[in-house]
């Protein structure tokens, strides 16, 4: 009797309870099949299998230029600047590995533990007991890398520059190419006109879609942009400043693409970091089409 009370005083609940446990299966199926998706913006981390966000970034050997008289090194300061935007693709600039100046530290291997991302490091020349140059990050296996160096004039002030490459499987059994530089820094264009020329042709033998990014110390309406620009497509057309950090005045970094590749450019920004780097960091987000 009393069981049957109880049965009786709890029928509703019972009754509901079951028939919830019925529909949930049902809601879960509608709900995949409802047409909803997240969207893919700046800071997410869900992504699509042919989106991807690429960052360039000089870090000036992660020397904050607030603390450049103190020397002071920040790696911490690089790996967070990188790790806000999600990136999945990296090229930097002026990288220190085992330099004196920076503490005998591998700069391009701790920033890659850090992000938990692969990496490749393409030495430009030999400076202060170690080696200096380019990197590329990559949340994807990378492959085939290979570093060229670019040409120059007889000037002892034209430091050696190189160009990285390396092949990023973005998908199962889906490969781009990716490329970091940071082209000559002198006032006269001899040296970046020599050195686009070089990259034009390098990209010319590439047959994966191709994607390059880095300092080409150049800014648009220059012989080198207009040069680089012949064969590839910038991932902006009237773009942000890049330099200084405080007031920047010129845009010097870019992300490119070759032309007639299937990427598509969904969004370009120049990131507000003012304290790591003496250059602000720029992501785009670019959609690979199959």
């Not at 049965?7 to 099949?33: C, D, H, Q, S």
């Not at 994607?211 to 620009?229: C, M, R, V």
């Amino acid at each position: 009797m009393i069981i049957a009370n109880w049965l009786f005083t709890n029928a509703e609940t019972l009754y509901f309870g079951a028939m919830k446990n019925i529909y949930r299966p049902l809601l879960l199926v509608a709900l995949l099949f409802s047409g909803c998706s997240p969207k893919i913006g700046a800071g997410s981390a869900t992504k699509s299998s042919n989106r991807l966000r690429v960052m360039s970034y000089n870090i000036h050997h992660c020397n904050p230029p607030t603390k450049e008289k103190a020397g002071t090194i920040d790696v911490n300061a690089i790996a967070k600047a990188i790790s806000a935007q999600h990136p999945d693709l990296i090229a930097l600039q002026e990288v220190d590995v085992n330099t004196k100046r920076s503490g005998n530290i591998n700069q391009a291997v701790l920033l890659a533990q850090k992000l938990k991302m692969n990496f490749y490091f393409a030495k430009a020349i030999d400076h202060d007991g170690g080696d200096y140059g380019v990197a590329i990050l990559s949340r994807f296996p990378l492959s085939a890398q290979k570093t060229y160096k670019l040409p120059k004039n007889n000037s002892a002030r034209a430091e050696q520059r190189v160009l990285a490459i390396a092949t990023v499987e973005i998908a199962k059994g889906k490969f781009i190419r990716f490329a970091s530089t940071h082209l000559d820094a002198e006032r006269a264009e001899e040296n970046r006109v020599m050195q686009v020329k070089e990259i034009v042709k390098l990209a010319a033998a590439e047959t994966l879609p191709f994607l390059i990014a880095g300092d080409l110390n150049a800014a648009p309406g220059s012989e080198p942009i207009k040069l680089f620009d012949a064969p590839f497509t910038r991932s902006c057309s009237s773009c942000g400043f890049t330099i200084p950090v405080i007031n920047p005045k010129t845009t010097i970094d870019h992300i490119a693409f070759k032309k007639g590749n299937p990427f598509n450019v969904i969004y370009h920004e120049v990131v507000k970091e003012r304290y790591a780097s003496d250059h602000l960091p720029i992501l785009s987000v670019i959609d690979l089409n199959d």
